[in-house]
């Protein structure tokens, strides 16, 4: 049982190119999400799946897209990156969007846009 | 927007003494309030969860819920220096934002020998 797995753990991008991070989780979580941290700024929603087939922008979705594979996967893609984009992203997971459940958090992505 | 803010550090403290963290959001329909712990370098693990006003304690953790004054706190007792960690206060969303978490910045806390 591996929880949230995240590809891949560093990434250095020039301005203007694209990427996707993956992630996964084994958990049967319904609902999953995209943090972006940065510092002394806490952890920020990008975009958000509340289960198979939805999604949703966060607080900071410009520059970003994001497709829900299946059950298991959710995906972040870049398309044109800017050095603004430069931050440590973070794939989360929960069972389904009630007030008890609680978010399990996948390693993390470095990634410095040049 | 919904906030929430955490007392900004760092706080420094010595071993076996008690760490107070301190967190107010706004949003006054929230139900639910986590902290989280995240070591330099890693992802965030929950280490508490509160849902009703009081006090919940679990082991040398105890996480205080005040929903009148929109505040949150967690003690750590007899401090270690492997709490030494930054903890971020994270509140869920009601209505129609049901599921986001909302945090807060971190509060830094080292605890030396």
């Known amino acids: 049982n591996a929880g949230v797995t995240q590809t891949p753990k560093f990434q250095v991008l020039k301005t203007g190119q694209s990427m996707t991070l993956q992630c996964a989780q084994d958990?049967?979580?319904?609902?999953m999400y995209w943090y972006r941290q940065d510092p002394g700024m806490g952890l920020r929603l990008i975009y958000y799946?509340?289960?198979?087939?939805?999604?949703d922008k966060g607080e900071v979705p410009n520059g970003y897209n994001v497709s829900r594979l299946n059950k298991r996967e959710f995906s972040l893609r870049l398309e044109s990156a800017a050095p603004s984009q430069t931050s440590v992203y973070f794939c989360?997971?929960?069972?389904?969007?009630?007030?008890?459940?609680?978010?399990?958090f996948g390693p993390g992505t470095r990634l410095t846009v040049l | 927007q919904k906030e929430v803010e955490q007392n900004s550090g760092p706080l420094s403290v010595p071993e076996g003494a008690i760490a107070s963290l301190n967190c107010t959001y706004s949003?006054?329909?929230?139900?639910?309030f986590f902290w989280y712990r995240q070591y330099s370098g890693k992802s965030p693990e929950l280490i508490m969860s509160?849902?009703?006003?009081g006090d919940k304690e679990d082991g040398r953790f105890t996480a205080q819920l005040n929903k009148a004054s929109q505040y949150v706190s967690l003690l750590i007792r007899d401090s270690q220096p492997s709490d030494s960690a930054t903890y971020l206060c994270?509140?869920?969303?009601?209505?129609?934002?049901?599921?986001?978490?909302?945090f807060g910045r971190g509060t830094q806390l080292t605890v030396w020998p």
């Open positions: 799946s509340a289960s198979e087939g939805t999604t």
């Open positions: 509160i849902y009703s006003n």
């Open positions: 949003d006054r329909v929230s139900q639910s």
């Open positions: 958990m049967n979580h319904n609902s």
């Open positions: 994270a509140v869920k969303g009601g209505g129609s934002t049901l599921g986001r978490l909302y």
């Open positions: 989360a997971s929960s069972e389904i969007s009630s007030y008890t459940d609680t978010q399990y």
